[in-house]
């Protein structure tokens, strides 16, 4: 999994160990660009969002999988009430979903600062709420109290905040998504628990230039503040161009101008250019891809550009009902959290689900990150290197229709180069949720 961001798209929440489909799931059919109503949100169609992630790194999480730090529009959280349940409250046109979930992890080998390992017990419990505004809106508040039994962790109220949704201005179709964020998380790239405080937002708009052609503006801006490490503001916007070549095929191109500002540290600005693709083979099959290169400039520095490949794509395949795979690749650029260097990360990974018995689900993952740390004063100057690979394997089950169980064992081993931030641990849990 890579939880970049994005690229980190491909993992749970570290408090939703299993993703556990809906009994009646089926392959949804292919979305027509040029004939979509722009009112429908881009997460209910099989097309991506403008991908205006060029933002600050916001860390990998060390429990349970590797999962973003802080992803813009978080997943939807296990045991939730699945399609078809009526809500637990309703005002007009507004809906509230309020969820509760336990879940305890013990792990070994993990780092509470540089060189020091632990062996803990985590509880975490997470009361929250989601509203559903009219058809194409939700807000929604999740704290998190995570309880460690290590001496060398402090407990902590975890909280997030998130809205998204969109609707139609004329011929434009108009996504916004927000999220807020206070962690203390421990995370692989710093090697101890860090505190951070982040806010994205993203606003794109699209709207049809010919039956077969679409124009997609989009904004971003993700921000992070550490008491630790550097502060990191990072503001983007994206032009591009979609055409349809068939009603399950779109091809495109797009420019993205980036501004980093990092304190203390060196400043950058950027410009991606990325060819991208997406679409369906039938019922079963569906994927997505973007890749070009990346200039980045190293302001108030005597530094030469850097030059960088950039690569997202993904691949989803239902074999069966019952029976589905994915695969991922990625690689970006984004500032590190330490002063005066920026980060080029590559993943690559996949999944299988698989259905058993009815009402239980089985699911196995696996990937493999490669970081490495360059000073912006020389940027071909390599200050530290990491390899970072891992393995999980669930069994998940719903119950009482609104609830869900879960379990888990997870494998994970960062090398670094910087010996204190190397760990091996091996993690086992148990999550119970119930949402209404």
Avoid at 297 to 313: V, Y
Wanted: charged fraction near 10%; hydrophobic fraction near 35%; charge should be negative.
């Amino acid at each position: 999994m890579g939880q970049g961001q994005t690229s980190t798209a491909t993992a749970a929440s570290v408090f939703d160990p299993i993703s556990i489909p809906e009994e009646t799931e089926t392959p949804r059919e292919p979305v027509d660009r040029a004939t979509l109503n722009p009112i429908v949100p881009w997460w209910q169609t099989n097309q991506p969002p403008n991908n205006l992630i060029t933002g600050p790194q916001f860390g990998t999480d060390a429990i349970g999988n590797l999962a973003p730090g802080f992803n813009p529009l978080p997943p939807p959280i296990a045991g939730a009430s699945p399609a078809g349940t009526p809500p637990a409250l309703r005002w007009g046109q507004v809906t509230a979903h309020p969820f509760l979930s336990y879940g305890l992890t013990y792990g070994n080998g993990l780092l509470s600062g540089p060189g020091q390992q632990e062996n803990t017990f985590i509880n975490t419990v997470t009361p929250g709420i989601s509203f559903d505004i009219g058809k194409y809106w939700n807000l929604s508040y999740v704290p998190s109290l995570v309880f460690f039994t290590a001496d060398g962790y402090n407990n902590t109220v975890n909280q997030s905040v998130s809205l998204r949704g969109g609707t139609t201005a004329g011929e434009w179709g108009i996504n916004l998504g927000n999220n807020f964020a206070k962690t203390d998380n421990p995370t692989i790239e710093t090697g101890a628990q860090t505190q951070q405080t982040m806010n994205s937002t993203q606003f794109g708009a699209s709207r049809p230039l010919t039956p077969v052609l679409s124009l997609d503006l989009g904004l971003s801006q993700a921000l992070r503040w550490s008491d630790d490490f550097n502060n990191t503001f990072s503001w983007a916007t994206q032009n591009g161009i979609n055409y349809q070549l068939r009603r399950q095929l779109y091809v495109g191109a797009n420019l993205t101008l980036g501004y980093d500002l990092v304190e203390p540290g060196t400043d950058m600005t950027s410009e991606r250019f990325q060819l991208t693709a997406g679409g369906a083979l039938g019922d079963k099959l569906s994927y997505n891809f973007s890749g070009g290169f990346e200039i980045r400039q190293f302001l108030d520095t005597e530094a030469e550009m850097k030059l960088s490949p950039i690569l997202n794509a993904s691949l989803n395949y239902a074999l069966t009902e019952k029976t589905s795979f994915n695969v991922y690749a990625n690689r970006q650029v984004t500032p590190s959290f330490f002063d005066n260097q920026f980060t080029e990360s590559a993943a690559l990974g996949g999944g299988v689900n698989q259905r058993i018995f009815g009402r239980y689900f089985l699911s196995f993952s696996g990937g493999y990150r490669w970081t490495e740390n360059n000073s912006t004063f020389n940027p071909t100057e390599v200050v530290q290197t990491a390899n970072f690979a891992f393995m999980r394997v669930g069994v998940s089950a719903r119950f009482l229709r609104r609830g869900t169980g879960s379990v888990f064992y997870s494998w994970s081993n960062n090398d670094s180069s910087i010996q204190g931030l190397t760990f091996s641990s091996n993690q086992v849990g148990m999550q119970l949720s119930y949402g209404w």
